[in-house]
């Protein structure tokens, strides 16, 4: 398929028409150098005070931020509590023993063999998956949002398809603001930074949609857990 | 969809007649408002950041050929397609021509108010495809055969036990007897059924809240998840969104993020933000295999060049019906077109013509709270009083209207007469109204006194008042 494949002209009709409304000229180097700049210099609005003040515990903040949309914060030194303390939620939450994650290194080395009965699988997410394992490459603190790229190593589909999300959070990487995150992905070692899907997960999967009343777990993840690693 | 703005007098007597409307309007709108003040409060530089919004979003519309162009050439760079549509009719022509070149047969939607601006799924279904609504809202209406009447909230105008009875007649291959008393419950019925449609459909399709031209990624913002379903489980993701949202990079995107969902719903931000870019990428497990963006304009452009470009600054958060009385007394449908609330006003003139949506910005009374909570400062009621203009040249003001403008205009310009006409009328009110000084029934105001007594004036005029209090004050040396 060719790139464009628009009526005859639409594009051509449309831009035109925007230039015309803007009194602009289709070859406006000025104008252009304006735009380039701008993304080239990619200015940021002033960060929220509540992660800007000198000596924010960012960490308490990114927790405090999502506990109050609904999720639940586990804290684990290193990796090898991290399957107990999966057991102990899905166990809580009346889940089966069951999980599925992508190839991510990290999620990789986890020993579920560790916990007896765990059963674990990799890959996309089927329809009966009861639970979803992803590793966020940040953890943003003004709002307490995960941030998650898609790939081998994270399907994106296993935070949606199944009851229960289970995100692993490195504690090293608990930035400030979305800006910040964002940096990180600019650095991620890919040739094209942005992966098909970023995902930023605040909280399980709600609705208000029926006569306004917040009912979680609509399409979405009825629970969501994130577990901040201090060995990530 | 079919317009009836210019039946919005009688769409909004009967509105506020509808008892189940009013049930439902009685506290939704309400408590965003004051979820949006909390969420507000909890960000003590909200409004320098509505400032900086508004200037990147001016910056944006003042480059926004440039920007649109950028984001198209990296759109295709990461393996997508970008669709340019002048019209609502040739939107529909590249998506069904999407569809049909993928053997489509079911389609699945997340929530896009440009699909129902360009009357999507009516030309979908004419071409024998399924489609199906994902967005809990939009699929209860999807059953209703109804539009939504928010832009963030579309069934509001429903209560809980139309829903019910809703799925219980639509959903007859359920067990007759089973509970729907708990919204949870009704949730879980839709959850069950939307799920089989996720996993078998063809092509999935999803507005765009922002486009950026730094990487040619679209935006969603969702709670529900339904989105994110709608575009990973299809082989095909196509965006249906319009020349007005890009803007120039991920760091412009977050700005404008902090301030739609606490302007929107009070949340600090949604459960969901999902930036797709291209399809999936190779060795990728799960995505779409195809990535289609449609850019429609649908008179955009033109509005660029008037005096209503500040009104494409919009980010579609929803404030300003959430905050308007006349949108809380009436409700989203009496406006007649796809786009409710005072931003309706001010859009729906622009695509649909001063013919139809006239009325419009005449259903306001200026109050300014609209303008007031605007995230993106947009100055509604001035835009809606250049509609006014418009409609009064073009002489789509009805014969009374004018002639009544034209009277007061008349009289308003010769003091003299204008003080002694009311001062005539100040004492024969007075007179008429007897002991009672108020008036039960009056000419040319039933509209007031069909629900309340007008005050009849005390005999003396206003100008005369103020020169009594004047000479008074002198007279004792005191300004009070």
Not at chain 2, 3 to 12: L, V
Not at chain 2, 102 to 125: D, F, P, R, Y
Not at chain 2, 329 to 337: D, E, F, K, L, T
Not at chain 2, 343 to 370: D, Q, W, Y
Request: glycine share 8%; proline share 6%.
């Amino acid at each position: 398929m060719k790139p464009t494949n628009s009526p005859a002209g639409a594009r051509e009709s449309i831009l035109s028409k925007i230039r015309t409304s803007l009194g602009a000229s289709e070859n406006d180097d000025a104008r252009t150098a304006a735009a380039e700049q701008r993304i080239t210099a990619k200015p940021r609005a002033a960060a929220p005070l509540r992660v800007a003040e000198t000596g924010t515990d960012l960490l308490a903040r990114f927790k405090d931020e999502l506990q109050r949309q609904l999720a639940t914060v586990a804290e684990v030194a290193t990796a090898t509590e991290i399957p107990a303390a999966i057991a102990g939620y899905l166990h809580a939450n009346n889940q089966p023993l069951r999980l599925r994650h992508g190839a991510d290194a990290y999620l990789s080395s986890l020993d579920f063999s560790s916990v007896e009965g765990f059963e674990t699988a990799r890959g996309a997410a089927a329809p009966d998956d009861s639970a979803g394992l992803s590793a966020a490459f940040a953890g943003i603190a003004e709002t307490g949002t995960m941030a998650l790229a898609s790939g081998p190593d994270n399907p994106v589909t296993l935070g949606y398809l199944p009851d229960t999300h289970i995100i692993i959070v490195p504690k090293t990487r608990i930035v400030a603001t979305f800006e910040d995150a964002f940096e990180l992905l600019r650095e991620r070692p890919s040739a094209n930074p942005m992966p098909r899907t970023l995902n930023l997960i605040t909280g399980p999967s709600r609705t208000a949609d029926i006569g306004g009343r917040i009912v979680i777990g609509a399409h979405g993840p009825r629970r969501l857990l994130a577990i901040l690693a201090g060995d990530l | 969809m079919q317009p009836t703005s210019h039946d919005f007098k009688s769409n909004a007597r009967t509105a506020l007649a509808d008892r189940q409307l009013q049930e439902a309007l009685s506290g939704i709108p309400g408590g965003l408002v004051a979820q949006r003040r909390a969420a507000r409060d909890r960000l003590p530089e909200f409004d320098d950041l509505r400032d900086y919004g508004r200037d990147l979003r001016n910056h944006a519309l003042q480059h926004l050929d440039i920007y649109l162009e950028r984001y198209e050439q990296a759109v295709t760079e990461a393996g997508g397609h970008v669709h340019w549509a002048s019209t609502g009719g040739d939107a529909c022509a590249a998506i069904l021509r999407i569809c049909q070149g993928a053997g489509a047969q079911l389609v699945t939607k997340g929530k896009s108010m440009v699909s129902e601006e360009i009357g999507l799924n009516a030309n979908l279904e004419k071409a024998g495809l399924e489609v199906v609504e994902t967005d809990l809202g939009e699929y209860i209406l999807q059953i209703r055969h109804e539009t939504p009447s928010h832009i963030i909230a579309p069934a509001i105008h429903l209560t809980q036990g139309q829903v019910e009875a809703d799925f219980r007649r639509e959903h007859s291959q359920l067990p007759k007897d089973r509970r729907l008393i708990d919204p949870a419950e009704l949730v879980d019925e839709a959850r069950q059924i939307l799920r089989e449609k996720f996993l078998n459909a063809d092509v999935g399709i999803t507005g765009a809240n922002f486009l950026i031209a730094e990487t040619g990624s679209s935006i969603i913002v969702t709670n529900e998840g339904n989105g994110d379903l709608t575009q990973s489980l299809a082989k095909v993701h196509i965006v249906i969104t319009s020349v007005d949202k890009v803007v120039p990079t991920f760091n412009d995107a977050a700005a404008l993020l902090r301030l739609l969902a606490r302007s929107a719903t009070g949340q600090e931000i949604t459960s969901y933000t999902t930036f797709s870019t291209g399809p999936r990428r190779a060795g990728d497990p799960d995505g779409p295999e195809q990535y289609h963006v449609i850019l429609l304009d649908n008179g955009r452009s033109e509005l660029l060049g008037t005096e209503f470009r500040e009104v494409l600054r919009c980010i579609r958060c929803g404030a300003c019906m959430n905050h308007c009385p006349v949108y809380n007394a009436v409700g989203g449908h009496a406006y007649g077109w796809v786009y409710p609330g005072p931003i309706g006003a001010v859009l729906n003139p622009g695509m649909i013509g001063i013919k139809e949506a006239g009325n419009l910005p005449n259903a306001s009374t200026f109050c300014g709270r609209c303008e007031s909570v605007c995230p993106m400062h947009i100055p509604l009621p001035k835009l809606m009083r250049h509609w006014r203009e418009r409609e009064f040249l073009e002489g789509e003001t009805p014969f009374v209207t004018r002639l009544a403008l034209k009277s007061w205009a008349t009289l308003a310009r010769q003091p003299w007469a204008y003080h002694a006409l009311s001062r005539l009328m100040s004492r024969a009110m007075k007179f008429a109204s007897g002991r009672h000084g108020a008036f039960t029934w009056m000419p040319f105001a039933s509209g007031w006194t069909g629900g309340r007594n007008f005050p009849a004036p005390q005999g003396k005029t206003f100008q005369e008042l103020w020169a009594a209090r004047e000479k008074q004050a002198a007279r004792t040396g005191r300004t009070q």
